[in-house]
């Protein structure tokens, strides 16, 4: 072999050992460079980076975000009927034939069984925005402070009733009450369920009737009362 050819072998022998050495060069280089820039060395100060942002969770969509309250009374239910307090026993009701009461007016003659002193069911009857018109003896004013309705078991009667007062059969009537039906059998009272009215004399008195605590349409009246206070009832004064 010649020292020509000597100089040749040589040479390629150390071309892979010079670029190996170049490329790690170039990778030390590089990884400086870097990590200069992320110290704030180069490429701009530390003074230039925003801080972290801490997202704190929102609440779901149509929510508010204020703390649940387990111990937050339920509203209060405003379109309840108002209904005064039960009371009893009842005095003489003006509403039975005994004492000269009557069905007036009436959607059916079902009506009667409301006011004919037999205390049974009576006839079924629709109760949606249904009312009947009853009348006092000869056709005359009476006067009464409570109402009364006879409910012989759950499930068959209105869930409120509304009682109005007037002087002619046409009206117009003024409402005294509307008072919400306990869907139970009062055995205290041997199924009667009274409330107190306003004092009031007029001629006549309208009943209307709404469905019924399950929101079924049809059930029945058993007995209806309208009655005077006794006076050992009454406070001082002689006010009801």
Known sequence: ?????????SWWHSTPV???????????????VVGLHQAGIIGGGASDRSP???????????????P???????????????GPPLTGPPGRNLLSPQYGGRLVAA????????????????????????????????????TFDRFGILVPKADENPATIEIAAGDALTGPFRPLAKVRIL????????????????????RYVRITTSERPDHGVMGYISELSLDEKPASEKPPGGKS
């Open 52 to 66: 972290a942002t801490v997202v704190a969770p929102t609440a779901a969509p149509g929510t508010t975000a204020s």
């Open 1 to 9: 072999m010649t020292d020509r050819d000597s100089a040749k072998t």
């Open 183 to 202: 869907n139970l059998y009062v055995a205290a009272n041997d199924g009667w369920q009274y409330f107190d009215l306003p004092k009031t004399t007029a």
């Open 68 to 82: 649940l309250s387990l111990a937050s009374p339920a509203p209060p239910d405003t379109a309840a009927p108002s």
């Open 18 to 32: 010079l670029v190996s050495a170049i490329a790690g060069l170039l990778t030390a280089i590089t990884g400086l």
């Open 107 to 142: 959607p059916s003659k079902a009506w009667s069984s409301a006011n004919d002193d037999v205390l049974a069911q009576g006839t079924t009857i629709t109760f949606l925005d249904a009312f009947a018109i009853f009348g006092f003896q000869d056709d005359r004013p009476a």
